[in-house]
């Protein structure tokens, strides 16, 4: 039962948390203590509405949803609850009557960044908006000991180190040994003949085998008493390091289970769309999702005797292929310990599993060689080959004699497993993230399976939940907004549509202006102490924070900037309103070409940022270690939003919903959510540049681009890729930048020079970022744009998102606990 908030009764649990946890009182304790105290005192409130949520569940017995997916980009947790249980001001003034600053406070907290980038930051919106619905839902994933790397810039370059989360404890989790679960790898499959039921039993021997220990984590509704639970999985050896099994066989079996179990969980593959076959990447595959499936069955055994009806209590959404051998995991849960027939087990499993993908560019597909699938998980193996068997089978029975359809299709071929035909074969539903990249996936890249089985394939474009990016990293905003149109907003955000009224109010105007200028202050003084750079909050502050990869093209933007810094060299009399460029972006530790963009854009803003010739008209920044918490400063406080990708490459994007909801234009092409985006606010309020993604297509499928004819007819783009290499940027080694201007020009770095259409689109870059200018010289034209991108953020919440999935994909009731 939640109860009212008491600031005295707060004040003094902290206090004794302090006591108990530190042996200190108040005033001696530290700010990490008393962000330990709070967070315990706060995880109380919440424990009594996990308890609550979970005994109405258990009484009502719904369908649950496990999303799973190796990333939940969780962020600070306490901020956030404090938030959804509507205790966020209140704690703020107890606090600070004791003598504590909230905002201080979070700071403490490390962010839990179990994720990449827009994959895992969607998984945790998905968790805020399921549990602010009232759905009932678990997310499965692994508690890594190490997450996302923080990012030290040292001379320019990127330097990687490790993310020691949980150095300090962590005050929101809870380990639950008594749910934990045995995972097998490797050994053999041996074939068992039953002469009672006349048939075979697979029975795996010789395996390792992992315990796997939940941690789990609560997830709080926004004002609703509903807590669900995200699940991670640690992994422990089995057996505990025993002197007396101290003989030799045993002895090395048991180095060998510890050294297992501690390194599936380390680390987090900081790779974002890209794929590498790595042993131990599958393992942390199988590791959660055999553990997952395992006790999502158990559940429902509990409760129930009919395992044939498992979909009707259960359904996985498998967060892109990464999850994907819950397919084969389940099948034989099914078969081998409940005893079904393929037939039956396949029913089930095929009503249970749905897929999400996020991309469509080729590097990130999963293919696993048979060799390392096999020897890793034996009798998984075993059923994948059969469930490629009869889709084979089915293939041929579909198209007779057309073995291209075989070649493109089956699940095992040349060699490999791939994980996205096993996901579309054995799943009921297949889902893109955007209009756009759902469409693109029907007509080009999942052409065959589209053909084949149409009824499976559905788009759900993504959203972000306003709860975190709005009211908790825009408080000014937040409040501004709740004045003109009330707090509905906060769980109904299309509402947000009511200030459209004020767009052309000047006092409206001036006041939205205001709170964006107050949050550029607020990033100033976090990039002053942060970076050690002075920027003016009177300046334009462009924006582009994403991961740093080739089809973003942070690439095009810093070129763009070594132009406009040509500009105003040669013309210093040019009227040029003051720009900031803002840059925040980690790069795939083994990804050469990305980390050298970073250098890059790091040696251009040396050279700019310490020319006084320019007045200080232009400033570039790189912001160090970008990730959630400071994301959220980051957003509230940009003018532009740079989303520009090679259009057709980025399915969706959220990042620019983010921005969108802070009142940021976007400054992009044709691509993933941004057609949404530009439908909703109109061009007018957007600044549209580029290829379409057509015409992307159409290159890469036909030829005809040749970026060199760029190069030779314009000046202004060959004076600056000359710039690359002839020491502007890096007069001790004119050389370093060579790679870059290779991959733009040279075809014997890559079959076409160019992949990503940088010099195709720079010129309409470069009208568009003036278009930006013009606009923005016009304080009420900017005004109202910024404040019509905020009221028509609507569509791009999480929960219209969660909605869809629930109405079209998982069909989930809503719950409802009691006060
Ligand atoms: C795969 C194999 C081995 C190691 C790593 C990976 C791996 C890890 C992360 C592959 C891909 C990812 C992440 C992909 C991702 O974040 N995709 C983004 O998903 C967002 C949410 O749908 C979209 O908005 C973005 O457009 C998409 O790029």
């Known amino acids: 039962m939640s109860k009212k908030f008491n600031k005295k009764e707060f004040i003094n649990d902290v206090k004794a948390n302090v006591r108990a946890l530190y042996r200190r009182n108040l005033d001696e304790a530290t700010q990490q203590q008393i962000f330990q105290a709070v967070s315990y005192t706060v995880k109380d409130t919440i424990i009594d509405n996990w308890l609550a949520t979970q005994e109405q569940y258990e009484k009502d017995d719904p369908k649950y949803v496990y999303y799973m997916s190796m990333e939940f980009l969780m962020g600070r947790a306490l901020g956030n609850n404090l938030i959804n249980l509507t205790e966020y001001e ?14 201080v406070i979070e700071d403490q907290e490390p962010d839990a960044a179990l994720g990449n980038g827009g994959l895992g930051r969607l998984a945790a919106c998905f968790l805020d908006s399921l549990a602010t619905l009232g759905y009932p839902a678990y997310g499965c994933g692994i508690r890594y000991r190490y997450g996302m790397f923080k990012q030290k810039i040292e001379d320019g370059y990127q330097v990687e180190v490790p993310d020691n989360w949980l150095k300090d404890g ?36 010789g395996y390792q085998v992992v315990r796997a220990v939940p941690y789990d984590f609560p997830i709080v509704g926004y004002n609703n008493r509903v807590v669900n639970t995200l699940r991670v999985w640690d992994a422990e050896a089995v057996s505990e390091f025993q002197l007396d099994s101290f003989d030799k066989g045993d002895y090395r079996k048991a180095v060998e289970q510890e050294n297992l179990a501690r390194n599936i969980v380390e680390v987090l593959y900081p790779n974002d769309n890209h794929y590498a076959g790595k042993e131990l990447r599958l393992k942390q595959q199988y590791f959660f999702i055999s553990a997952s499936v395992q006790a999502a069955v158990s559940k429902y055994k509990k409760k129930h005797s009919d395992i044939r009806k498992f979909y009707e209590k259960a359904t996985f959404q498998l967060n892109d292929t990464h999850p994907t051998v819950a397919v084969a995991e389940l099948m034989r849960i099914l078969i081998d310990e409940e005893g079904l027939t393929w037939e039956e087990a396949w029913d089930v499993t095929t009503k249970t599993c749905a897929y999400t993908n996020h991309t469509i560019m080729a590097e990130a597909l999963e293919k696993w060689p048979i060799e390392l699938f096999s020897r890793l998980l034996p009798r998984i193996y075993q059923i994948i080959e059969e469930i490629n068997r009869r889709f084979v089978a089915e293939i041929e029975a579909r198209y007779p004699g057309n073995f291209e359809k075989v070649r493109k299709m089956a699940i095992i071929f040349d060699g490999q497993v791939k994980m996205a035909h096993l996901a579309i074969a054995a799943g009921y539903s297949v889902n893109g993230v955007a209009e756009l990249h759902t469409e693109i996936l029907k007509k080009q890249e999942l052409k065959d399976f589209y053909e084949m089985m149409p009824e499976k394939f559905n788009n759900k474009t993504n959203g972000i939940t306003q709860r975190r990016f709005l009211l908790h990293g825009n408080p000014l905003l937040a409040a501004w907004v709740t004045d003109h149109i009330g707090d ?26 205001n709170i964006k200028y107050q949050n550029k202050v607020r990033l100033a003084k ?15 502050f462009d924006v582009q924070v994403k991961r740093l990869h ?28 003051p720009r900031t460029f803002i840059f925040g972006a980690k790069a795939a530790a083994g990804y050469r070409r990305a980390k050298l ?8 803003a040396d050279v700019i940022n310490n ?59 044709m691509d993933g959510a941004n057609v949404e985006i530009v439908k909703e606010v109109g061009e007018e309020n957007a600044f549209i540049f580029g290829l379409s993604a057509d015409e992307v297509i159409n290159y890469e499928n036909n030829g005809g681009y040749y970026p060199e004819n760029i190069f030779n007819s314009d000046q202004d783009i060959r004076r600056v890729l000359m710039q690359l290499i002839n020491g502007t940027y890096a007069p001790n080694d004119p050389e370093m930048f060579r ?77 409802v606990i009691e006060a």
């Open 90 to 103: 209140d704690v703020k003034e107890a606090l600070a009557e004791i003598g504590f600053d909230l905002n």
């Open 488 to 513: 509905e907003w906060i769980t109904d955000l299309p509402q947000i549509a009511k200030l459209k009224v004020y767009a052309d109010d000047r006092k409206a105007q001036q006041e939205f202006m």
């Open 526 to 540: 976090y990039i002053r102490e942060h970076n050690g750079i002075e920027v003016d909050p009177r300046s334009i």
């Open 550 to 577: 080739e089809y973003k093209r942070q690439l095009l933007n810093i070129l763009h900037v070594m132009y406009l810094y040509n500009q105003i060299k040669d013309h210093p009399e040019m009227d040029f309103y």
């Open 597 to 604: 963009t970073i250098k890059l854009i790091n040696s251009v």
């Open 170 to 205: 962590n005050p929101f989790e809870l380990r639950r040994p008594e749910y934990a679960k045995e995972v097998k790898f490797g050994g053999y499959v041996r074939v068992v003949y039953d002469e009672k039921t006349g048939r075979n039993h697979f029975v795996q021997e």
């Open 739 to 815: 790679d870059i201007y290779d991959s733009l020009l040279n075809t014997k770095s890559s079959d076409r020079a160019d992949t990503y259409f940088i010099l195709a689109d720079f010129k309409s870059y470069a009208e568009a970022q003036r278009r930006v200018e013009e606009a923005y010289r016009d304080e009420a034209r900017w005004a109202k744009m910024a404040m019509l991108n905020t009221a028509c953020s609507g569509k791009f919440t999480s929960d219209r998102t969660i909605q869809q999935y629930v109405d079209e994909i998982w069909h989930l009731d809503k719950e």
């Open 611 to 669: 020319d006084a010739s320019i007045k200080n008209k232009l400033k570039v920044v790189f912001i160090e270690d970008y990730r959630v918490s400071n994301a959220e400063l980051i957003f509230a406080a940009a003018d532009v939003s740079e989303q520009i990708s090679t259009a057709s490459k980025e399915a969706s994007g959220t990042g620019n919903m983010k921005f969108m909801l802070n009142g940021a234009p976007t400054l992009g092409t």
